[in-house]
């Protein structure tokens, strides 16, 4: 079992940034590939970014392309998320997810592990 704990949420204005935690224990951490999603009032989760196990291979989703950075310290089994020009539609409940796979997949289906998530609101 893996177990994920998100942090660093919080209410910001738009043009703010923020930078997102998520813990791991359970498991070693470099064995997993590490995923961020987020899931806005009344709409799916849907997939922002992943890790690869190493840290030096990122895949994101078209729409927040140039604006988020996923990294990772395997010394702290911690990944991040680095959000920056926070704005209104990027409200929600930020999620990271652990993979076992070696595919950088954005499919929820694929991750075998969540966490509680984190609320994000961005006011303008």
């Known amino acids: 079992q893996v177990q994920l704990v998100e942090s660093g949420g919080g209410s910001v204005q738009a043009g703010d940034s923020l930078r997102l935690s998520c813990a791991a224990s359970?498991?070693?951490?470099?064995?997993?590939?590490m995923g961020w999603f987020r899931q806005a009032p009344g709409k799916e989760r849907e997939f922002v970014g992943i890790?690869?196990?190493?840290?030096?291979?990122?895949r994101y989703a078209d729409s927040v392309k140039g604006r988020f950075t996923i990294s990772r310290d395997n010394a702290k089994n911690t990944v991040y998320l680095q959000i920056n020009s926070l704005n209104p539609e990027d409200t929600g409940v930020y999620y990271c997810?652990?993979?076992?796979?070696?595919?950088?997949?954005?499919?929820?289906?694929?991750?075998?592990?969540w966490g509680q998530g984190t609320q994000v609101t961005v006011s303008s």
């Open positions: 997810a652990a993979r076992l796979g070696v595919r950088l997949t954005s499919l929820p289906r694929e991750y075998d592990y």
């Open positions: 359970g498991r070693t951490f470099s064995s997993l590939l």
């Open positions: 890790i690869n196990r190493s840290g030096d291979s990122t």
